[in-house]
């Protein structure tokens, strides 16, 4: 990403950020720069393998720099662009981890006259009690949030770059302006110590003091804990975000004011309605910060291994989200089996149940579900929560466009992040009413439209089965008729349910049409196992020398089979066997023995049909002899991450020729290395890189993993038992290592 990146202050946070632009291999060679008293500080720094060298002279320390990183306390930043001044160069970006930013512009604004356009204001929420070089650890942005705050006049190029830097070395990132940032750090952070120093200053000076900390036990420990932090930092950021602060002290003596009245009036009534709303509160905060941060698994791979045995893997995630939305809406029960037991049809299964559905299970992969018939379910409380899943989320939509009550949708970060227009314009077009963020993401804001909804015509202008769906289930609430038009076969998995559950649905050629004459009447389903969880075995056996392996029951729809086809042209070795139809799906066992393969241009009308398994596609053309090229596949870059960027990203790091390009990648086959990737919290690029285990020369780190949990939570002990070294680590403690006991974690 970068030539040379240059760390101005190598303590705890530079260090850390020297240490994993190494690690994720950012930048070609780093530098640091500190002053005369820093000297033992860089030295230690340089001899660690920190930095490369280190300068006490600016001008040798930026010159050829492309990347400038300001790690120093905020009350030194002004003095560090006086410094900077005389060497600025427009062809570097300039970047600083300042923990208050409106300090950070004027800072510039006083010594530039105007903050200069290539430089990137951010503020990474990380740290720990230590300080100085010899405290700095790789993971120290792992999983932590980072805000960039961007002027106006800042370069779109360099914030996206910055962007890209902070999420290579783990971080969560977010953008926001410099005046809500300071507002949000005051309120989380700043008053918080504020309130922890006072209390701790107002008590020590008791006359009692020994006493009273003698009885004081856990609570007051807790409370009090960032009290311990650095007071001249905390003197400092204070003092540089007094505007933020200082009326949120006001409101602070207000409330406690407030307290005071309730205690002498013996209102205990109003004094219970705030504490027990501040636990709810708390208790929200909880659940997304464990839900969103702190929630870190690590993969450890050791190279080699052969896949061999016999295995049926989980149900398949699209049918069994399908099964609980039509079995909910169906009359009568619904016996589900084979259903899969992980976090995405999870929350379709709570969404529903939130929506008054009573459905018992799962247990072992049966459920029945009471269904409500089409128009009994009930408004839920709160919003419907669906965590990573693009299909809950996209799906309902539709269906909940035409009930009499409205809801509100939500999901974690990746999913708060992905294209929701796609669904939300055709809705408007039946008359919808769905307000999204000004991107067009989630949060959804859904006003339902009973009876107000009109059949279209709609001619889909991406090959997407969540539109199609989205829109057939719109289209059982709608007036006239719903036809929806895709421009190359998607998974029909939505249509064959409607008729299994009797409901009318019509298909021409590309066009499918519903209407809402209908009901659904409650039937039976035997969920097969999931071809896109079974792909990373298809490709596993395939590329590991001695490899034979029996993939039992696995659901072959031929909207699904792009990945057997891609693997065969690569010279694959996968004999179908078995075909049968159950419960309207073709399932067959699949037995895959290691072939080696050969580099292929990927057919573009396959892409739809192997939509999710590119990642583990693209581990096989890495070991592929010679060329593989995909295209026509730009949807990859709206999937749970980044699926080009990210794979050439750890290609790239385990040693692969690997291009992304704007809608696909060039990979040149050869050997695989090891190292340590990035799976960004997507389930299928993690498993996609424990797979290339099997073929790499050295082992392989993944990061980031929990969210295999989404789709295949029992996949780690599935590979351990086939064959492949893979060890599972729960890094809460390594992730959360900075943040335990930790005194300076928000700075
Ligand atoms: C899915 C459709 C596909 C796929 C996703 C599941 C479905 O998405 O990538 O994992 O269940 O309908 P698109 O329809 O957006 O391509």
């Known amino acids: ?110 010594v530039f006259g105007a903050v200069p356009d290539n430089l990137v204001p951010a503020h990474p929420i990380a740290g720990a009690e230590q300080s100085g070089v010899e405290a700095s650890i790789n993971d120290l942005f792992l999983n932590k949030r980072l805000i960039i705050t961007p002027l106006s006049n800042t370069r779109t190029e360099a914030v996206q770059k910055i962007q890209r830097f902070w999420e290579q070395c783990g971080s969560v990132v977010s953008v926001m302006d410099v005046k809500r940032h300071d507002a949000v750090l005051a309120a989380t952070s700043h008053l918080p ?9 107002m008590l020590g000076h008791k006359d009692k003091q020994r006493e009273i900390f003698k009885y004081a036990a856990g609570g007051f420990r807790d409370f009090t804990r960032i009290a311990s932090s650095d007071p001249i930092m905390w003197r400092d950021i204070c003092s540089a975000n007094k505007n933020e602060i200082i009326p949120l002290i006001q409101q602070t003596r207000e409330q406690l004011n407030k307290i005071q009245r309730l205690l002498e009036n013996d209102d205990s009534q109003q004094l219970f309605a705030i504490f027990a709303y501040a636990n709810t509160a ?94 009994g379910l009930k408004a839920p409380e709160n919003e419907l929560y669906l965590g990573n899943s693009g299909t809950s989320m996209r799906l309902l939509s539709g269906l909940l466009a035409g009930q009499s009550f409205n809801s509100v949708l939500t999901g974690d970060k990746s999913l708060s992040g992905r294209p929701m227009k796609r ?36 001619v889909m202008p991406i090959a997407s089965a969540q539109v199609k769906s989205c829109l057939l289930l719109a289209g059982m609430y709608a007036q006239g008729e719903t036809r929806v038009t895709e421009p190359a076969p998607t998974r029909d998995h939505t249509e064959r349910m409607l008729s299994g559950f009797s409901y009318p649905v019509r298909k021409q050629g590309s066009k499918v049409s519903i209407t809402s004459d209908g009901h659904l009447q409650a039937t039976d389903i035997d969920v097969p196992s999931d071809i896109s969880s079974a792909a990373f075995f298809l490709v596993g056996a395939s590329i590991a020398p001695g490899s034979d392996l029996l993939l039992k029951h696995v659901g072959i729809n031929p909207t699904r089979t792009g990945v057997i086809d891609i693997l065969r042209l690569m010279g694959a070795n996968i004999e179908v066997l078995d075909q049968r139809v159950v419960g309207g799906e073709p399932v067959a066992d699949l037995h895959v023995v290691y072939s080696p393969l050969k580099g292929i241009d990927i057919p573009e009308e396959l892409v739809p049909l192997a939509i999710d398994e590119f990642p583990v596609l693209f581990v096989a053309a890495a070991v592929a002899e010679g060329q593989t090229r995909l295209s026509g596949a730009g949807e990859l870059r709206v999937k749970e991450s980044d699926r080009i960027q990210v794979m050439a990203d750890g290609l790239q790091i385990l040693g692969v020729n690997a291009q992304p390009t704007a809608d696909g990648m060039i990979i040149q086959g050869g050997s695989m290395g090891g190292g340590t990737v990035m799976s960004h919290g997507d389930h299928r690029i993690a498993m996609s890189f424990s797979i290339a285990g099997l073929r790499a020369k050295a082992p392989i780190t993944i990061l980031d993993c929990a969210n295999v949990n989404t789709s295949f939570p029992e996949f780690k002990d599935l590979v351990k038992r086939l064959g492949l070294d893979l060890v599972s680590e729960d890094c809460k403690e390594a992730a959360g290592r900075a943040t335990k006991g930790s005194v300076a974690e928000e700075s």
Request: net charge negative; aromatic share 6%.
């Open 1 to 110: 990403m970068f030539n040379r990146l240059c760390i101005i202050g190598v303590g705890l946070i530079g260090g850390s950020i020297a240490r994993v632009a190494r690690q994720q291999n950012l930048s070609k060679s780093i530098v640091g720069f500190g002053r005369q008293q820093d000297m033992q500080n860089l030295e230690t720094a340089k001899q660690l393998g920190v930095i490369d060298d280190y300068y006490l002279e600016i001008a040798q320390a930026v010159q050829d720099a492309d990347c400038i990183v300001i790690a120093t306390p905020v009350a030194a930043i002004e003095s560090i662009f006086a410094l900077l001044k005389p060497f600025w160069s427009e062809a570097a970006i300039y970047t600083d981890v300042g923990s208050t930013k409106n300090s950070v512009v004027t800072a510039a604004e006083r």
């Open 193 to 201: 110590h504020i309130l922890a120093f006072a209390l701790v200053d």
């Open 423 to 458: 669904i939300t314009e055709p809705l408007a077009a039946m008359g919808a009413d769905i307000k999204t963020t000004d991107k067009g993401t989630a949060p959804l804001y859904i006003t339902g439209k009973a009876g107000q909804l009109q059949g279209i015509d709609y």
């Open 282 to 375: 708390r208790q929200r905060f909880l659940n997304q910060f464990e839900g969103n941060m702190s929630k870190s698994i690590t993969f450890q791979v050791q190279p080699g291994g052969v896949l061999k045995g016999e295995v049926r893997v989980p149900g398949d995630k699209s049918i069994s989200h399908r099964s609980i939305m039509l079995g909910s809406l169906a009359e009568g029960l619904t016996h589900v089996k084979g259903f899969l037991e992980a976090e995405d049809a999870l929350a379709t299964l709570q969404a529903f149940r939130d929506m008054g559905v009573e459905i018992e299970g799962p247990d072992n992969g049966c459920l029945t579900i009471h269904g409500v018939g089409k128009y």
